[in-house]
């Protein structure tokens, strides 16, 4: 019992002293003689200025140091900032130093650390002069000349364990966008100057938002600062990148690639098997590069299961000191193909890079596969069996291809939908010094040998005779920055071209379908010189149907012809039949499209013979809606099945001229039709319309608006026009004689035949002379209050009018015979129905206030089958 108390006592004696102890250093530890010392010791471990805000000590389990807000100061050869800050440092004391009178550290562990590594003007990275030294080696006796760099002062740090750090690049002043977040590992000493490296981190890059940036971890062991870094070897593994960060890391942008990304690489340095050990250079380092990429498609395209992928491999030499690179083993790699060559950098040299792609053995089908991975249009069922050889070396910024050359002994395409295939010849490309040229590739359509054999024998026979053939060539003078493609040839059938446009996601013919031959001399041609690259050459047709959307009937292409002129178009129309006669004539372009896809067209078209009723025919029934919308969204090539029709009219921007030889709306026929106007931004606008009718001169003008509602004004203008040649009942016309002209002003808006009728509006003059109606003698029969059979003729006659409820009012039509004056009011109706009356007075009365006696005549009814009664004028009393 006494024993136990004894230890009782004594191990509450050992506790108060420890608990002393414990509260004297921490409060030592706060004493600025004390803090002064500690931070000594902190620059003679880092080798560099130290500022701590304040330290805390524990002695138990074993010693420890805290040191909070740390901040390492930066070598002045690369500038004031800091070097390394750290929210807080942890430090580990070794008891075999305490008790021997030694401070020393064992394992360092920096708390949400920030590194700013600096590399200056002469290529030194500041990180170099922190850690200590390696050992030189034994037999290491060559001779240092001139003044040599200071030993970083020895120290015994052996172990640096970094969480939740950041690493940011600074270039001289220039901070760099770079930076890794999350920077968590260690840094130990396996032996004297020799660290071993176990990190792991984030990219990332400032102003830029990135998603799956990946992580990047490193291992390996570097020396120190004798020999900057060397001997080093460092592996390197990142993964889990998408391609889209991939390019906003390096270059701030995202350039619409997605996949997936991921790099192996390790450099060596100072090694035995390091780059070029057979003949080493100050800086030298290996460095092998496997990196992968994968799943690789446009950005608004669905990932799928065919997406290309590629595998790049770099073997090379890269040397510090001299700022230079060379690569002696590149490969790039896909499902099908690669390509071997070597590579280059050196800024001292002119030029300052150069990648040689000296074998390069690439499939068709990989070609296809990278197209479809970039457009969604693309059939799936293409297949291409084509193999390309060649090799290729460029240089310099801008890019400048030093030599080239590629070959191929031909293949096949074959498309869905054609009953041939397309079959590529044999060709060859080379660069003469600044002239790149391809030679003529000639396609033709050969018969699929599959599918041959269950057609029938005529279908078999016609693809076997398919003379159809193009010949494509390129030529481009790199020197001048000029060149062109050229097409020449002659198609059987143009629908297999169309067809295949479309399969291969580029289809022209949106809403329209052509048939027939066609003959092509065309030339893409480019130059520096010239804002834009340009066409020219001609298409010529023949014998062919054109079907648009909106047209219940074919075009029937005869002869016309297409041409280019430095971009220019022009359609020369020679013999086309559609909408019941024959055109000819010619559209051509103005201008080279405006930035919103604008173009502007003159028109000169001619036709023999158009009836209306033909045009319902082609376009109608009346009430099919939206025909003009879908015949505008063909003609323009819109892309939208179903685009709004006034945006589709805005976009026609076209004037010119029309002619007709006859022209026939219903009852109305006009001989030597010419119309002259535009058409833009919503408004149509005829600015002379002349024709012959019915013995006379018709002039008019019109102006419509489509938008916000469609709307229209009508002036026109008649001369000479015949009373017998009026369109009117039947029987009607032969009983009336004279010459007619005058003025006429219509409004209306809507849509619709009905709409229209029922908001026209409107107001005319007429003047007549010779006017004669055979029938009845108006004057006798107006003047005895009996019908009187036989004929009325009128010198002359003028009169207003107006029109208004689907009806025309004649306050007054004048009708003079020299000595008498007739005088018709009354008004018609759109259906025909009539309600007039006729009355007769002496010529010296036509001034004065009309009669209130007499008789008048009176028509009423149908126009064709009109009541006429006779009713006389009852005189009005004055009020008593």
């Known amino acids: 019992m006494d024993g136990l108390r004894k230890w009782w006592r004594l191990a509450l004696v050992l506790v108060v002293l420890v608990v002393l102890a414990q509260i004297s250093v921490a409060l030592l530890a706060r004493a600025h003689p004390v803090h002064q010392y500690l931070v000594t010791h902190l620059e003679r471990a880092f080798g560099r200025s130290v500022e701590v805000r304040h330290f805390t000590v524990l002695l138990l389990p074993s010693p420890i140091l805290y040191a909070e807000q740390i901040t390492i100061g930066e070598d002045p050869a690369f500038g004031n900032e800091y070097f390394l800050r750290a929210e807080r440092l942890t430090a580990g004391l070794r008891w075999s130093g305490l008790l021997r009178g030694h401070f020393e550290f064992g394992t360092l562990s920096l708390t949400r650390s920030s590194l700013i590594l600096v590399r200056n003007e002469q290529g030194n990275w500041n990180l170099e002069r922190w850690l200590p030294p390696a050992k030189t080696a034994a037999g290491d006796t060559s001779r240092v000349y001139g003044p040599q760099t200071p030993l970083t002062p020895s120290n015994r740090l052996q172990k640096i364990e970094i969480e939740d750090g950041r690493i940011n690049f600074k270039l001289l002043d220039e901070k760099l966008p770079f930076a890794f977040l999350g920077v968590s590992g260690s840094i130990e000493q396996v032996s004297t100057g020799r660290w071993k490296l176990a990190l792991q981190a984030q990219p990332w890059r400032s102003g830029v938002t990135l998603q799956s940036a990946g992580t990047l971890v490193a291992r390996g062991d570097v020396a120190g600062t004798s020999a900057r870094l060397q001997p080093a070897e460092v592996h390197v593994h990142w993964d889990k990148v998408s391609l889209a960060d991939l390019f906003r890391l390096f270059r701030g942008q995202d350039y619409g690639l997605r996949g997936i990304f991921a790099l192996d690489g390790t450099a060596k340095s100072g090694t035995a098997d390091g780059a070029n050990a057979s003949n080493p250079q100050p800086g030298d380092w290996s460095f092998t590069v496997h990196a992968r990429a994968g799943q690789i498609h446009r950005w608004d395209l669905n990932e799928r299961a065919d997406n290309p992928g590629a595998n790049l491999n770099l073997e090379g030499r890269w040397n510090t000191v001299a700022r230079n690179a060379s690569v002696e083993h590149l490969v790039i790699e896909t499902a099908k193909s690669n390509l071997r060559g070597s590579a280059r950098l050196d800024p001292k040299a002119t030029p300052s890079w150069e990648v040689r792609v000296e074998s390069a053995g690439i499939q068709a089908a990989d070609l296809l596969a990278w197209y479809r991975a970039f457009d969604a249009n693309v059939n799936n069922a293409i297949t291409a069996e084509q193999f390309f050889t060649g090799g290729v070396t460029i240089s310099g910024w801008p890019v400048e291809v030093r030599s080239a050359a590629f070959s191929s002994f031909g293949g096949l395409v074959r498309v869905p939908g054609l009953s041939s295939s397309l079959r590529i010849g044999a060709f060859q490309g080379a660069l003469d010094r600044s002239s790149f040229a391809v030679t003529p590739i000639r396609v033709s359509f050969a018969p699929l040998e599959n599918s041959a054999a269950g057609l029938p024998a005529a279908a078999r026979r016609h693809a076997a005779d398919n003379k159809s053939v193009l010949d494509v060539a390129l030529w481009h003078d790199l020197a001048k920055h000029a060149g062109s493609v050229s097409l020449d040839g002659h198609l059987e059938k143009i629908e297999d071209a169309l067809k295949v446009l479309a399969a291969f996601g580029r289809p022209i013919n949106r809403g329209w379908d052509l048939t027939g031959a066609a003959t092509a001399a065309l030339r893409y041609q480019w130059d520096v010189t010239q804002p834009s690259p340009r066409w020219n050459g001609h298409i010529d047709f023949n014998k062919g149907t054109l079907q648009a959307a909106g047209m219940n009937q074919p075009l029937q292409v005869n002869k016309a012809r297409l041409d280019w002129l430095d971009g220019l178009r022009t359609a020369s129309i020679s013999d086309v039949d559609g909408f019941g006669t024959n055109w000819t004539g010619q559209l051509a372009q103005q201008n080279m499209p405006e930035s919103d896809g ?68 219903e009852k109305i026929r006009l001989r030597q039709l010419r119309v002259e106007g535009a058409l833009h931004d919503l408004h149509l606008e005829l600015r002379q319309a002349d024709a012959q009718w019915a013995g006379g001169n018709l002039r008019a003008r019109m102006r419509a608006a489509f938008l916000p509602r469609p709307s229209y004004d009508v002036t026109a203008e008649l001369d000479g026009v015949d009373l017998a040649q009026l369109p009117a009942p039947s029987g009607l016309p032969d009983r009336f004689a004279g010459l007619a002209s005058g003025t006429l002003h219509l409004t209306t808006q809507g849509v619709g035949r009905e709409e229209l009728l029922q908001r026209l509006t409107g107001k005319g003059e007429v003047r007549l002379r010779d006017v004669a109606f055979r029938g009845w003698d108006v004057s006798a029969s107006t003047a005895e209050g009996a019908p009187h059979e036989g004929g009325s003729r009128w010198a002359s006659g003028q009169g207003m009018f107006s029109i208004r409820d689907r009806g025309i009012s004649v306050p007054g039509l004048r009708l003079n015979t020299g000595s008498e004056l007739t005088l018709i009011k009354g008004t018609l109706s759109f259906a025909q129905e009539s309600d007039l009356t006729v009355q007769t007075l002496p010529r010296e009365q036509s001034d004065s206030r009309l009669p209130e006696q007499g008789y008048v005549l009176k028509i009423s009814g149908p126009l064709d089958l009109p009541r006429v009664s006779i009713e006389r004028l009852i005189a009005r009393r004055p009020a008593d």
């Open 598 to 665: 604008s173009v502007k067209w003159n028109v000169r078209l001619h036709a023999d013979r158009l009836d209306a009723a033909e045009l319902d025919r082609w376009i109608g029934p009346r009430a099919r809606p939206s025909w003009l919308q879908r015949l505008l969204s063909s003609l323009l090539g819109s892309a939208n099945a179903s685009p709004a029709a006034s945006e589709l009219v805005r976009r026609v921007n076209a004037e010119g001229e029309m002619r007709v030889d006859e022209f026939t709306l």
